[in-house]
């Protein structure tokens, strides 16, 4: 069982930036893609970014160019650099890890972002 826990979130102003982190308990050497998502009060969780394991990358519109998600797979961690941060960004960010060969999802608890006007 691999368990995924996120650092990183807090409060900050409009333009600011926040790194969010997300570990996973154990080295995985199966191909997965790691995703961040986020679910804002009263809206549907949606994907923000994902990073497959040759770290390929992929963004929802509204981040690109202002989110970056990259990985070091020597410390089993995945990040989101969160720049230019907008007061719609705020949300639960959750990290996300899919083993490919098995289809099998591990969810971290959530750290919640909140941005300021």
């Known amino acids: 069982q691999v368990q995924l826990v996120e650092s990183g979130g807090g409060l900050v102003q409009a333009g600011g930036s926040l790194r969010l982190s997300c570990a996973a308990s154990?080295?995985?050497?199966?191909?997965?893609?790691m995703r961040w998502h986020r679910q804002a009060p009263g809206k549907q969780r949606e994907l923000v970014a994902s990073?497959?394991?040759?770290?390929?990358?992929n963004y929802a519109d509204s981040v690109k160019g202002r989110f970056t998600i990259s990985r070091d797979n020597t410390k089993n961690t995945v990040y989101l650099q969160m720049n230019s941060l907008k007061p719609e960004d705020t949300a639960v960010y959750y990290c996300n890890l899919n083993l490919v060969p098995l289809n099998r999802d591990y969810w971290g608890q959530g750290t919640q972002v909140t941005v300021s006007s």
């Open positions: 154990q080295r995985i050497f199966s191909l997965n893609i």
């Open positions: 990073i497959t394991t040759a770290g390929i990358t």
